[in-house]
Nanobody, 116 residues
Framework: QVQLVESGGGMVQNGGSLRLSCTAS????????MAWYRQAPGNEREFVAG???????KYGDFVKGRFTISKDITMTKEYLQMNSLNPEDTAVYYC??????????WGQGTQVTVSA
């Protein structure tokens, strides 16, 4: 069983930065992509950023160059550097790993709160 644990969330002021981390444990084989999603109260979960084994990345339209996703070479850790945060970024952020056979694993989430 693969387990994902996020860390790095917290409260920051408008314009501040945070770095989220996600660590995977268990049998990590055949990772197709690693991603971050977020969900604000009353909203659906939305895609934030994704990274592939070859290093290619993809971002949600709202990111606008403020966030950077990265991973370690072992494909067991991923990171999300978030700069220029604003109150609209307040949400629970989830780590996500995608595997072959349309299987995916989610972390428990970490709260990010940006005060005005």
């Amino acid at each position: 069983q693969v387990q994902l644990v996020e860390s790095g969330g917290g409260m920051v002021q408008n314009g501040g930065s945070l770095r989220l981390s996600c660590t995977a444990s268990g049998r990590i084989v055949g990772v197709l992509a690693m991603a971050w999603y977020r969900q604000a109260p009353g909203n659906e979960r939305e895609f934030v950023a994704g990274i592939y084994p070859n290093g290619n990345t993809k971002y949600g339209d709202f990111v606008k160059g403020r966030f950077t996703i990265s991973k370690d070479i072992t494909m067991t850790k991923e990171y999300l550097q978030m700069n220029s945060l604003n109150p609209e970024d307040t949400a629970v952020y989830y780590c996500n790993f995608k595997f072959a056979g349309q299987r995916e694993v989610w972390g428990q989430g970490t709260q990010v709160t940006v005060s005005a």
